[in-house]
């Protein structure tokens, strides 16, 4: 049975919903085995650009007969006319989010949004929800000084996020640690997808901007993705559940500040 996404309309998405596990593995055989064990733990897979290219387009369509919903993680950035033909072949392909980078520009960010709007229309196929990347996690100060970006990652990501907004995206992709920028920049109904969370006993690999997952959700991600974590662990679903405890704490926390800010007013 497939699990709603939460993404569009009706209820609030749950913390299991908000969940999005990485499928980084090398084989289609891998991959779902993994789409098999843990379904029904989280919200969506998300399919980058090794599977991708391993397996091709089939890798989605496989997903989601077998119930679950593709987060389709290529980080387009090309030509705008380019970016735009490829947002639509996303959208026919089903997957409920992709993702553009931010510093393709404004231009090629808008015509992805009205190209995939145009095809979702005429075709009358579900529309995904568009994100743009931001700053990598992997990516510091140094990084960014080295190709010329002299700003720092807090002001860059705030630059990014506004321009994405501002071309019509559904929201961004950043780290949990330029989350409170984001949502005071862009407001709350602007998604944040945030990768680097990594939970509290856990290795930070080659994320360099990372934090725990009910502090990430507490800061004001909508949806966190997770990969090594759960892959790795002894009991990859009890890894999961672990991460969703974690979320639906933060979630609480969050809706108790919030209904405490409403009450001043």
Known sequence: MRAASGLRGGARPSARQRLIFGLDVESIEEALRLVDLLVGE?????VGKQLFLRTGPQIVRVIRERGGEVFLDLKFHDIPQIV?????????????MFT????GSSEMM????????????????????ILAVTVLTSLSRADLKSVGVMDGVESQVVRLARLAKKAGVNGVVASPQETTHI????GHGFLIVTPGVRLEHGQHDDQKRVMAPEEAVRAGADYLVVGRPIRDARDPVAAARELVAEMERGLESRSHRR???LRRV
């Open 42 to 46: 989280v919200g969506l897979f998300k």
């Open 84 to 96: 735009a033909k490829a947002a639509a072949e996303a959208a026919r392909l089903g997957v409920r």
């Open 100 to 103: 553009v980078h931010a510093s």
């Open 110 to 129: 808008r015509r992805s949004v009205s190209e995939v709007n145009t095809v979702c229309r005429r075709q009358r196929v579900r529309r995904p929800q």
């Open 183 to 186: 949502r005071r920049a862009c």
């Open 259 to 261: 209904a405490g800010l």
